[in-house]
């Protein structure tokens, strides 16, 4: 499966934007950095800095200054990855730099501005037309997924309930590289339906304001395109070549104390910083090369782009960047990430044949829906042949070749024949007089089915015609008019635009050569003629050696401040983290019971392949019969909590679930009181009311508390009640 396996480093090109409103004011017109287009060399100039200090210069594949078109970045530097990923490579092009550098303006631009369409619309354009302009024999499937990379989630923006959904999961396998199974793919048949495709994922994008750049975006969006193409090989079989191309706009990569955010913004802040800190990791651990692990697996965008960096894929960094003063940091760090990224290696190769390749299921099933649906017109056609030898009226059209229109047409004319032969027949039925009635009943239903089966079968067929016409419509074959550019001049003048941007870049890359050789050879070709012309070559090229020695003392000193300031913003990130996570434990502590703690710490368990902590399920797993948790017992161990007479019921034998229960102890009078009874009261109120003053009250007014006939009066006070009635209710709040 692998071919042209070769090595070659990640393309990076540079721009800068123009100065805006709000910055023009501020500074210099010309900003803080001059480029140099035909060396591709950016120097960048420290305003604070005093005259004297050397500047900084770096070299890229290519620079585009304030003034670059988007189609000149387009014809230069991505054309040729199109390209390639039309022939079978992977490909992918991100765009790196800090909030509002124009990462977005660069990969989508404006789409109604045909001079200011980003590298993304322009991707279209040219796939499409490269399907349209290439062979007949070839036919292509094209796919688009649109995703983010939000709080370190990944989310479908084609998913209409994506807000909603779960973060989707990464896989990863030896074919593909690293993918997402669950994500969304729409296939697309014209610029049309991939730009709408585009459109509606970027309404879904997660969009917030900072202090920055109010629609700054705070994700990762990845828009990705797969392009499949079967050819017939020089074998005579069908060959299928799979090109995926990635293209990353990626969240701003300042830093957060600059944007002023706070809470749940800094935590979004610290969650983007670490996609960003990991991609940084791995650009520096790949252009190291020394270092043999790879932290890819730190963030979810280095995993995504785990082939892009370093693996089976042609790369192009967009570094962008602001030509104010009050931005120096930030643009200083991007030159320095986009001189790191220059050292990767990939290793890129076509992808042909590869299992998963949708275009061989297409194909596959178009092949079986064809011969389900010939085989069916063949049996339409045989059974009209017969009902033509019964008719007695054979037309010969047995000799009629077999060609798709022929046959549908026959198809069509048996079933309305069967059809007007069944109604004859219906017919027939019902005039004849010699038949009974229920027989003639029972013969018109016969029919009546026969005609059922026949529109069910016609119906089928429908349907099958109408699956088969749907897969194949999204097929795009070659040389097909898929889009109105039959003009040969736009051909030519796209022709002549590619081979100028191509010539440009040679130019710039032997420029760039010719810059290291002359340093290089220039002392060596040189002879001196005298002691004096030696001393003062010498000097010469001392004081050049010298100057470079600072420059690079200068860098050092700069990456360890650059160190120092990215640690103290670490360490701010983990103060904020620990606090919170205090007063997270603050309340599990407070407020949360020990048990529950308990139960829920046991059955929690970390997934690293998710990166996150799950619930074990309640139900018992099969390996883990001991996992289902018993419901809980009352404090004495009842299954629910009961009162202590049902309690003392229970143990005396009865029946007592449902039975009421007493909260006092006031039961029945059992005896009820006669007229002798009544009158020694009466005779006992007399003696009281002459003995004593203070006698309960309940006794003066001849009113008396129910009492038990088994128990004695003292046992009676309110007091035994209301221990009674505590003990009833305290049972459930100790079993709780
Ligand atoms: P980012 O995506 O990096 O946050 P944007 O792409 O949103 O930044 O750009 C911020 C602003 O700058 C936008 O209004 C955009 O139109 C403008 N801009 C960026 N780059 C350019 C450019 N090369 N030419 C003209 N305008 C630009
Ligand atoms: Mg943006």
Redesign the pocket.
């Known amino acids: 499966m692998s071919k042209n396996k070769s090595s070659e480093s990640v393309k990076v090109v540079v721009?800068c934007?123009?100065m805006?409103r709000k910055e023009e004011p501020n500074g210099p017109s010309g900003g803080i950095m001059q480029m140099d287009l035909r060396l591709g060399q950016v120097i960048l100039r420290n305003p604070r800095a005093s005259h004297s200090e050397p500047q900084k210069t770096f070299t890229f594949d290519a620079v585009y200054d304030a003034n670059s078109k988007q189609r000149d970045l387009y014809d230069e530097s991505v054309r040729p990855l199109i390209d390639s990923v039309l022939a079978g490579f992977n490909g992918t092009i991100f765009a790196y730099?800090q909030?509002?550098?124009?990462?977005?303006?660069t990969m989508q631009g404006m789409w109604l501005d045909p001079e200011k369409r980003g590298v993304i619309p322009n991707a279209f354009d040219h796939i499409f037309t490269h399907i349209s302009r290439s062979q007949s024999d070839k036919q292509y499937l094209v796919r688009a997924s649109y995703l983010e990379i939000y709080r370190e989630e990944i989310r479908d923006l084609l998913d209409p309930n994506h807000a909603n959904a779960r973060g989707l999961e990464l896989r990863e396998s030896p074919e593909t590289g690293v993918y997402v199974p669950d994500l969304t793919s729409c296939v697309c048949k014209s610029i049309k339906e991939i730009e709408e495709v585009m459109n509606v994922g970027n309404q879904a994008r997660a969009v917030a304001a900072t202090d920055m750049?109010e629609y700054?975006?705070r994700s990762h969006a990845l828009f990705l395109i797969t392009v499949e193409c079967g050819q017939p090989g020089p074998d005579g079989r069908k060959h299928i070549r799979v090109g995926r191309l990635n293209l990353v706009d990626l969240a701003?990569s300042e830093r957060q104390a600059k944007t002023g955010v706070q809470g749940e913004r800094l935590k979004e802040a610290a969650k983007i910083n670490l996609s960003l800190s990991a991609l940084g990791n791995v650009i520096s651990a790949l252009a190291d090369g020394r270092s043999g692990h790879v932290p890819y697996r730190d963030s979810k965008l280095t995993r995504l782009l785990q082939d892009s960096l370093g693996g089976n894929a042609k790369t192009v960094m967009v570094a962008?960047l602001g030509p104010a003063p009050q931005h120096y940091d930030e643009t200083l760090t991007t030159l320095r990430y986009a001189n790191r990224a220059k050292n990767i290696q990939n290793q890129p190769r076509v992808n042909e044949d590869p299992k998963d390749a949708l275009l061989r299921e297409f194909q596959r099933e178009i092949a079986r829906l064809r011969a389900q649906l010939n085989h069916r017109k063949w049996r339409s056609k045989q059974k009209k042949e017969r009902l033509d030898e019964e008719d007695s009226d054979p037309d010969g059209e047995e000799d009629i070749e077999e060609e798709e229109e022929e046959v549908e047409k026959e198809a069509e004319e048996y079933v309305k024949q069967e059809e007007q032969r069944l109604e004859r027949e219906k017919e027939a039925i019902r005039g004849d007089r010699s038949l009974l009635a229920d027989e003639k009943q029972r013969l018109l239903g016969e029919k009546e089915r026969m005609m059922g089966d026949l529109r069910k079968e016609q119906e089928a067929t429908e349907q099958l015609t109408a699956k088969y016409k749907a897969i194949e419509s999204k097929l795009l074959v070659g040389g097909k008019n898929i889009i109105d550019h039959t003009n040969e001049q736009q051909k030519m003048l796209e022709v002549k635009r590619q081979e100028i941007a191509e010539q440009s870049r040679n130019e710039r890359e032997m420029q760039q050569k010719m810059l290291v050789q002359d340093d290089e050879t220039l002392e060596l070709r040189e002879t001196f003629t005298s002691l004096q012309q030696e001393v003062e070559a010498k000097t010469k090229k001392l004081k050049k050696l010298y100057a470079k020695l600072q420059c690079i003392k200068a860098e050092i000193q700069d990456v360890n401040d650059e160190h120092v300031r990215s640690r103290q913003e670490l360490e701010q990130t983990q103060n904020e983290l620990t606090r919170e996570l205090k007063f997270k434990y603050l309340i599990i502590e407070n407020f949360i019971p020990p048990e529950e703690k308990n139960k829920i710490m046991s059955r929690m368990t970390f997934d690293p392949e998710e990166d996150q902590w799950k619930f074990q399920p309640l139900v018992p797993a099969e390996s883990k019969p001991l996992q289902m948790k018993k419901r809980p017992t009352s404090a004495v161990g009842y299954k629910r909590p009961i009162s202590q007479y049902a309690r003392v019921a229970i143990t005396m034998g009865a029946n007592n679930r449902f039975r009421a229960e007493n909260i006092m102890f006031l039961e029945l009078d059992m005896n009820p009181p006669n007229t002798a009874s009544l009158l020694g009261r009466l005779k006992d109120a007399e003696l009281n009311l002459s003995t004593s003053a203070d006698n309960s009250p309940t006794n003066d007014r001849g009113v008396h508390k129910s009492r038990s006939w088994c128990q004695s009066q003292t046992s009676l006070t309110s007091s035994s009640s209301n221990v009674s009635l505590s003990a009833c209710t305290a049972m459930p709040a100790s079993a709780q």
């Open positions: 721009r934007r123009p805006n730099g909030t509002g550098t124009g990462k977005t303006y750049n700054s975006s701003g962008t």
